[in-house]
């Protein structure tokens, strides 16, 4: 019989096979992890935890705060919210080569900060932006690129469901890691910027000349977006404020659009019964996600995987900071094959115990963690428009299917570069992602 680290070493091959053959993740995951656990205990053993594990996991309470962000990033998207914002955000930058282009950036970091989730943020800044971009002379390429790389920041600019869920794995306290991502997550919106400008000023015919726009129309789009302020206030307000939970926070946010796409008579029977359905259906996604999730890492911790794979990390003659550097490569790859909840769950609970052994420029418990946890956020989010994946690359092309995929992943290369630079900043200095979470909560 093999000995429990072969045997785990087995079932996670097992499982990645499973994945390259497009098994849905979170069976690929739940099939091993079932099998291992019976070989390990015996079939009463794993019923019983087969049992205790679903009830355990589906009644968390913080866990309710993902279906609740997502269902306001519907709302928001049914209410007309995320149209008002690419208004706003074209008559501040329309003027400016490539204005149309930012504008869909900082349309998508706004509506990002009431929805949680990289794909619906960029299918939505997309459906809005694409016809209008293209209609003005954009590029394929640019237009596409940058479609792709903003929906990115739905998940780096609070809420962030990757950021929930990590809260949850690692026992971090959710309010304190939304304040620590959104200083980086607006470094990530204000460095996009600067790549297109750089990219229209080295090549011109990739963005029309600048748009004129009356004060009046400006003026009326940008305070066309004070619904979206509002909620945004109140909720994260609210939250850093210590007013209500991230929880409470979020049903109040869900309300407040709902209400307002009332009020502003957007939201129909129709497109409030899509809504609910679209959340209904995410959220099944990654609860089914973490009940594999569960079973696989439960197996693996039989074989003892975690505590072999800490001690061997912490016992490598390389610095600690390189460990870390190592462990944010094997997320990039990992991102090339696997979406971010299936990354973070799988593969948390066996090197976050490794990261926090380890002498990490002198930061100490929740620090470590919460930095760390940026910086994994950060990484997940490359993976998003990398190739050859890039699921937000594949939810930008259904859309756009008069651009090859080719030319939006060439558009994406000098975004990943700005990414890539950032990380190494955040790696650095740890202050980008502590300071504001330390100005909250001592």
Known sequence: MMSPSTLGVSLFIAMMVLMAIRIPIAAAMFLPGVVGYWMLTDSYTTLNFLKGSAVARLTVYDLSVIPLFLLMGQFASSGGLSRDLFRAAAAIMGQVRGGLAMAS???AGAFGAVCGSSVATCATITQVSYPHMRKHGYSGRLTTATLATGGTLGILIPPSVPLVVYAILTEQNIAKLFAAAMVPGILAMLGYLVVIWLIVRAKPELAPATQLISPSEKWSAILGVWPIALVFGIVFGGIYGGVFSPTEGAGIGATLTLILGLIRKEITRANFTEALMGTAETSAMVFMIFLGADMMNATLALTEMPKLVASWLSGLPVPDMAIVVAVLLLYVLLGCVMDELSMLMLTLPV???AIMSLDLMGLMGQDKAIWFGILVLMTVSIGMIAPPVGLN?????????????????KGVMPFLVWDGLRLVLLLIFPIISLGLMRYFYT
């Open 105 to 107: 950036v900082l349309s």
């Open 393 to 409: 690359v594949y939810v930008v092309n259904s859309m756009a299917k008069d651009v090859p995929m080719s030319e939006t992943y």
């Open 351 to 353: 090197i976050f115990p």
